[in-house]
C-alpha cells in the first residue's frame, strides 16, 4: 500500500503541523494572525470533507477496486474497509460453493431429504423427496408438512413433539404400494431433517421370509405329528436297551414341535396390523401365570405375586398372555433352585401400567442385552438347550409388546438376577369409554 499508507497517521499530523506553521507564519506576516489560522483550519476541514466524502461514494460503488492513496488517514481507513471487504467475499463465495455442492449431493440421494423448520414448515427439498412424496418445488415450499402428507400415521407421527422414534412401513402418498421410512433428524437450532427412505424391496424380501418360514413350519407338523405317533407307539419295557434312545428321541421331537408352534405364532404376530382392543382381566391373569410357574418350578421356588393395582388392560388376552408367560418360564428355566421369581403388577405415574417379572437368576452379561430380544438368539446355546428353550420367546415378546403400543425394559446384573418390566401406556389401561367403543 505504499509509504503513505503504512503512516498514515504520522503524513496526516505532519501535514496539519506544516499547514498551522504555514498559516501561523503568513498570519504573522500580514498581522492576522487569527484570521490565517481559521482559515488554515477552515480548509483541511474542506479537505477532510472531501476526502470522506470521497470515501462514501467509493463504498457505495460496486467496482471492486482498491481505493486511492491520496486521502491520508482516510486512505488507511479505506484499504483496511477493502481488505475486509474482499476477505468477506471471499469467505462468502467458499460458502456458497460448498453449499452448492451440498445441494447438489443432497439432490442425486436415493433418499427423500426434505428440510423444515422446528413448525414443520417446508425449506427445501430433493428430487428424490418429490418422487416418493409427490412434493411440488414451486407449490409446496413453505407449506406445513402435516398438510402436505395426510396419512393419518404419519400425521400423529409429525404431530408427536421433539424427535419422535423413526417411522417403519408406512405407505407413499402418490403410490400405497411403496412403503416408506421416515425419521426427523436436529439440523440447526431452527431447523429440522425429514428423511424417508424407499423401503419396498425390503418389505417384499422380509414378506418372503415370514411367508417361507410359515410354510416351513406349518409342513413340519405333519411329520412331527407322525414322529410323535410312532414314538408313542414303542413300549421300553419291550426293548430295555433302547429306552434312552426313545426317551432323547421323544424329547427332542417335543421341542422341535414346541419350536414349530413358536415359529407361527411368530409369523402370525408380524403378519398382524394391529389388535382388537377387549378387556384384559389381568386379576384372573396374573393368577393363571402364578399357577403355570409354579408347577413348572416344582417346588424349586419361592413364586411371589405382587399385584398392587386392579387395573385391566386392553389388548389381546391370547396374545398378552403367550407373552407374559414366556417371560414368567424363562425366570423359572433360569434361576437356580432355591431362588425367588417375582411378578409384579403396578399403577406407575400418568396412569401407565407396569408388568414386571424379577428373579434371583444367573443373569445377563450387559454385551448381551442389545441382542436378547432377537430370534434364536442366545446367551449360551447349551444352557437354553438344557432348560428346554426355543429361542424365540423374547422375540414373541418383542411383537406382542409392539402390537401393544408397549415397551420392554430389562436390567440384568450377572450372578444377582433380572428384571423383565413391561411398560405399557395409559391409552392401553382399560377404562370404560374403551368398552363403549369396543361395543
Not at 503541523?17 to 489560522?37: D, H, P
Not at 427412505?197 to 417361507?212: G, T
Not at 402370525?268 to 408347577?295: I, K, N
Not at 444367573?362 to 438344557?386: C, K, N, Q
Amino acid at each position: 500500500m505504499g509509504l503513505l499508507s503504512q503512516n498514515a497517521w504520522q503524513v496526516s499530523i505532519g501535514r496539519f503541523v506544516l499547514l498551522i506553521v504555514a498559516a501561523l507564519l503568513l498570519g504573522l506576516a500580514i498581522g492576522q494572525v487569527q484570521l490565517a489560522l481559521l482559515l488554515a483550519l477552515a480548509g483541511y476541514v474542506a479537505m477532510s470533507l472531501r476526502s470522506l466524502h470521497r470515501m462514501q461514494r467509493w463504498l457505495g460503488s460496486r467496482r471492486r477496486v482498491p481505493p486511492p492513496e491520496d486521502w491520508g488517514v482516510w486512505s488507511d481507513v479505506a484499504h483496511t474497509v477493502f481488505e475486509r471487504l474482499e476477505q468477506e467475499r471471499s469467505r462468502k463465495h467458499r460458502l456458497v460453493r460448498l453449499l452448492r455442492a451440498f445441494r447438489e449431493a443432497a439432490a442425486v440421494l436415493p433418499d427423500g431429504v426434505i428440510v423444515t423448520t422446528l413448525g414443520r414448515e417446508v425449506v427445501w427439498f430433493n428430487e428424490a423427496a418429490e418422487r416418493l412424496l409427490g412434493l411440488h418445488p414451486r407449490r409446496d415450499r413453505g407449506a406445513r408438512l402435516d398438510r402436505l402428507l395426510e396419512h393419518p400415521r404419519i400425521r400423529s407421527w409429525l404431530e408427536e413433539p421433539g424427535f419422535p422414534e423413526p417411522l417403519l412401513d408406512v405407505p407413499a402418498p402418490h403410490d400405497p404400494a411403496v412403503r416408506l421410512s421416515m425419521r426427523l433428524i436436529p439440523y440447526t437450532r431452527q431447523q429440522q431433517l425429514l428423511v424417508t427412505r424407499d423401503i419396498s424391496n425390503l418389505m417384499r424380501l422380509e414378506q418372503m421370509r415370514r411367508d417361507f418360514v410359515a410354510n416351513v413350519s406349518h409342513e413340519l407338523r405333519t411329520p412331527l405329528t407322525v414322529l410323535h405317533g410312532y414314538l408313542d407307539m414303542i413300549d421300553p419295557e419291550d426293548s430295555p436297551e433302547w429306552a434312552p434312545v426313545v426317551d432323547e428321541m421323544r424329547r427332542q421331537s417335543t421341542r422341535m414341535a414346541r419350536i414349530v408352534e413358536d415359529l407361527l405364532n411368530l409369523s402370525r404376530l408380524e403378519a398382524q396390523a394391529e389388535v382388537v382392543p377387549e378387556r384384559v382381566a389381568m386379576g384372573s391373569m396374573l393368577s393363571t401365570l402364578q399357577r403355570e410357574a409354579e408347577a413348572l418350578s416344582q417346588g424349586r421356588h419361592r413364586i411371589v405375586l405382587e399385584a398392587r393395582t386392579r387395573a385391566d388392560l386392553s389388548g389381546s388376552t391370547q396374545d398378552l398372555h403367550s407373552a407374559f408367560s414366556n417371560l414368567v418360564s424363562n425366570a423359572v428355566r433360569y434361576t437356580p433352585a432355591g431362588g425367588q421369581v417375582s411378578i409384579g403388577w403396578i399403577l406407575a405415574e400418568g396412569g401407565d401400567a407396569e408388568f414386571s417379572v424379577a428373579d434371583t437368576g444367573v443373569g445377563i452379561p450387559p454385551e448381551h442385552l442389545p441382542r436378547i430380544t432377537e430370534r434364536f438368539y442366545r446367551v449360551s446355546a447349551s444352557r437354553s438347550r438344557d432348560s428346554g428353550g426355543t429361542g424365540l420367546g423374547l422375540s414373541i415378546v418383542k411383537h406382542v409388546l409392539n402390537l401393544h403400543r408397549a415397551r420392554l425394559d430389562i436390567a440384568s446384573e450377572v450372578g444377582r438376577g433380572t428384571v423383565f418390566t413391561c411398560r405399557f401406556d395409559a391409552a392401553q389401561v382399560w377404562t370404560e369409554g374403551m368398552q363403549e367403543h369396543a361395543a
